[in-house]
């Protein structure tokens, strides 16, 4: 689920109203993701997997790539650790790892993002181990991963966030790494537009209800879900993190528009949030 959701609605229901509310999904947010990832997949694919890569790991629309930042730490260290990617969508990120002799697992939700990924590693040459699973239930032993990592995934699609922070401190080991991206926070407030109208602000940042697209018949079709700075770092902390490391990456020059996030946009306001957090202990 790298970059935000994809543009259309392939094999689901029409949309009938979209907007902000006080409580979405709820407890049944994962089987909307599930749903909305599943029947956009492939196209999802072909509008942006030039820009995330085969194998390639990139933090976010603005083209921040790992190679560069090294915000999971160095690759030799990496190496010789064990890496979990959670909301991997097509595992782009894991196998740029995995080409670079990192022991990494992938997994996803939406069984449509994992057989686009199976796809990848026939085409690619370079096999990821992919497990479907929630984030909030994983399916793995306590404290068997050094660094866990999400690129756009699970944080911006769940309601209680702070499940995941748990469930990602519960797999990893002590000391271990922590580290995701996710929607700025600040973006919030403005139109997600890639024009001008996109650097009006028009909502109030500490408006904290989510964004959801609904059914004609009122079912959820798809939801995404806003956090200020101050309660991302409060979620991780209330789990057991140290948060170490905050990057907001700039537009990177050349770099294509992705939906509302644009070059206009991003020479002047902050599109992507990454946090690196170090379980305490």
Do not use: K
């Not at 030039?50 to 990496?78: C, K, M, S």
């Not at 022991?103 to 040459?125: I, K, Q």
């Amino acid at each position: 689920m790298n970059g935000g959701p994809p543009d259309g609605d392939v094999g689901l229901p029409a949309l009938g109203a979209a907007g902000y509310e006080d409580s979405p999904a709820g407890a049944g947010a994962a089987g909307v993701a599930r749903t909305w990832w599943d029947a956009n997949a492939d196209e999802y694919q072909a509008e942006h997997g030039d820009a995330l890569g085969d194998a390639d790991f990139v933090w976010g629309p603005e083209g921040l790539r790992e190679a560069d930042a090294h915000l999971l730490g160095d690759l030799d260290d990496l190496a010789r650790s064990r890496v979990l990617e959670v909301g991997a969508g097509a595992a782009q990120c894991s196998r740029w790892l995995r080409g670079r002799g990192v022991d990494v697992v992938a997994t996803d939700l939406s069984g449509g993002m994992l057989a686009t990924g199976r796809a990848l590693d026939t085409a690619t040459g370079v096999a990821v181990p992919l497990v479907q699973a929630d984030a909030r239930a994983l399916p793995f032993a306590n404290a068997s991963f050094d660094v866990v990592f999400t690129s756009y995934g699970v944080i911006p699609f769940v309601p209680d966030a702070r499940t995941v922070h748990r469930e990602v401190a519960r797999v990893l080991r002590p000391g271990g790494r922590w580290v995701f991206s996710t929607s700025h926070p600040v973006r919030w407030a403005f139109p997600d537009d890639p024009g001008p109208d996109g650097l009006v602000a028009t909502r109030s940042y500490f408006d904290a209800r989510a964004y959801v697209e609904r059914a004609e018949d009122g079912s959820p079709l798809y939801a995404e879900f806003h956090r200020t700075l101050a309660t991302h770092v409060a979620d991780v902390v209330a789990c057991g993190f140290v948060v170490d490391a905050l990057t907001e990456p700039e537009w990177s020059p050349g770099r294509g528009t992705w939906g509302g996030w644009s070059a206009l946009r991003g020479a002047v306001l902050p599109g992507t949030l990454v946090l690196g957090c170090r379980l305490a202990g």
